[in-house]
C-alpha cells in the first residue's frame, strides 16, 4: 500500500476567531467514540489496500455514525465525528488516482462546516479535540488552497493544536500534530526542531490508548532516524509501536522509507513519493 500521510502541516498567518472561554467538555460516550475510531484509525493499517479501508470506514460510521446512534450527541460532537471520517477517507482516497478529483471538494466542503461552526460559536467554548480536527481540516486543505489562503490558515494550524494544548497539556494527538508543525515549518515561520523533539516525546509519555501510542511512537521514532546516531532507538521504538497491530502496511513501508535512507518526515519534507524510494533502493542493490 502507499504511504498514509497522517497530516499535512503548512506554515504562516493568522486565523478564524478563537474562543474565549473555558473548555467545552464532551460526554464520556463521545470520548468512547472517539477513542474507538482512534483504534480503527491503527487497524486500517492491516488492510490489504486503500479501497478496502475505505470499505471498514463506510462498515464503521454505518454502525456507530449513524442518525439514530448519533440523535444523543451534540452537533460539537457531531462535527467531531464528521471531521475524523473525512479525514480518514482522504487518507486513503488520495492513494486511489481515480479519486484524486473527489478530494478537493470532500475537504472544502468540511472545511467550510467547521468555519461555519466556529462563527457561529465564536463567544463559546470549544472542544479539544474540536480544535485538533479543525486543524487537520485546515492541512488538508492548503493542499488545494490559493496563496492568500495559505497565508491565512498556515498558522492558524498551530493555534488550533495549541488551543486544544491550553485545555489539556497531556493530549497525545495534539502533542503529536503540533510536533509536526514545528518540524515542518521554517525557522524564520516559527518552526524549531528541538521543539519538533520536545513534543514527539511527550506524546509518547503522555498517550492514554494503544491508539495514540501508536500514532507517537511511530512519529517518534521517525524523528530520531534523523539523527543517524539514534537509528537503533529509532527501530526500537518502530518495533514497539508495530506490536500494536502487528504486521501493517504502515509500518512496513516506514521500514522502507527508512532503508532507502529517510525518515518518514524526512520523505514528506522532500515530498518523495513511492517511485523515488524504489530508485534509491535500487541504486543500493
Given at each position: 500500500m502507499k504511504r498514509i500521510r497522517?497530516?499535512?502541516?503548512?506554515?504562516?498567518?493568522?486565523?478564524?476567531?478563537?474562543?474565549?472561554?473555558?473548555?467545552?467538555?464532551?460526554?464520556?460516550?463521545?470520548?468512547?467514540?472517539?477513542?474507538?475510531?482512534?483504534?480503527?484509525?491503527?487497524?486500517?493499517?492491516?488492510?490489504?489496500?486503500?479501497?478496502?479501508?475505505?470499505?471498514?470506514?463506510?462498515?464503521?460510521?454505518?454502525?456507530?455514525?449513524?442518525?439514530?446512534?448519533?440523535?444523543?450527541?451534540?452537533?460539537?460532537?457531531?462535527?467531531?465525528?464528521?471531521?475524523?471520517?473525512?479525514?480518514?477517507?482522504?487518507?486513503?482516497?488520495?492513494?486511489?488516482?481515480?479519486?484524486?478529483?473527489?478530494?478537493?471538494?470532500?475537504?472544502?466542503?468540511?472545511?467550510?462546516?467547521?468555519?461555519?461552526?466556529?462563527?457561529?460559536?465564536?463567544?463559546?467554548?470549544?472542544?479539544?479535540?474540536?480544535?485538533?480536527?479543525?486543524?487537520?481540516?485546515?492541512?488538508?486543505?492548503?493542499?488545494?488552497?490559493?496563496?492568500?489562503?495559505?497565508?491565512?490558515?498556515?498558522?492558524?494550524?498551530?493555534?488550533?493544536?495549541?488551543?486544544?494544548?491550553?485545555?489539556?497539556?497531556?493530549?497525545?494527538y495534539a502533542l503529536t500534530n503540533i510536533a509536526q508543525w514545528y518540524y515542518f515549518a521554517p525557522a524564520i515561520g516559527g518552526g524549531s526542531k528541538t521543539k519538533a523533539g520536545e513534543y514527539f516525546e511527550r506524546a509518547v509519555r503522555d498517550a492514554r490508548t494503544d491508539a495514540e501510542t501508536y500514532f507517537a511512537k511511530i512519529f517518534l521514532s521517525q524523528f530520531l532516524f534523523d539523527d543517524k546516531a539514534l537509528e537503533a532507538e529509532s527501530a526500537k521504538l518502530l518495533g514497539e509501536a508495530d506490536a500494536l497491530q502487528s504486521g501493517g502496511s504502515y509500518i512496513a513501508w516506514i521500514r522502507k522509507i527508512n532503508k532507502a535512507g529517510y525518515s518518514l518526515l524526512q520523505y514528506n519534507a522532500k515530498k518523495m513519493t513511492p517511485a523515488d524510494i524504489e530508485k534509491k533502493l535500487a541504486k543500493r542493490n
Open positions: 497522517i497530516s499535512l502541516l503548512c506554515i504562516f498567518a493568522l486565523a478564524l476567531p478563537l474562543a474565549t472561554l473555558a473548555s467545552e467538555t464532551i460526554s464520556a460516550d463521545a470520548q468512547k467514540e472517539i477513542d474507538g475510531f482512534m483504534t480503527l484509525r491503527m487497524n486500517l493499517a492491516s488492510s490489504a489496500s486503500p479501497e478496502s479501508a475505505l470499505a471498514k470506514i463506510e462498515s464503521y460510521a454505518a454502525e456507530h455514525f449513524s442518525e439514530n446512534v448519533l440523535a444523543s450527541f451534540t452537533d460539537e460532537e457531531k462535527l467531531i465525528f464528521e471531521n475524523f471520517k473525512i479525514l480518514e477517507q482522504y487518507n486513503y482516497m488520495r492513494q486511489i488516482p481515480s479519486m484524486e478529483g473527489s478530494l478537493k471538494s470532500l475537504i472544502r466542503t468540511q472545511y467550510d462546516k467547521n468555519d461555519a461552526y466556529f462563527s457561529a460559536h465564536k463567544n463559546e467554548a470549544i472542544n479539544k479535540w474540536l480544535w485538533c480536527t479543525a486543524a487537520d481540516m485546515l492541512s488538508c486543505n492548503l493542499s488545494y488552497a490559493t496563496v492568500g489562503v495559505i497565508m491565512h490558515d498556515g498558522i492558524a494550524v498551530k493555534k488550533y493544536y495549541q488551543k486544544a494544548l491550553d485545555e489539556d497539556p497531556a493530549m497525545s
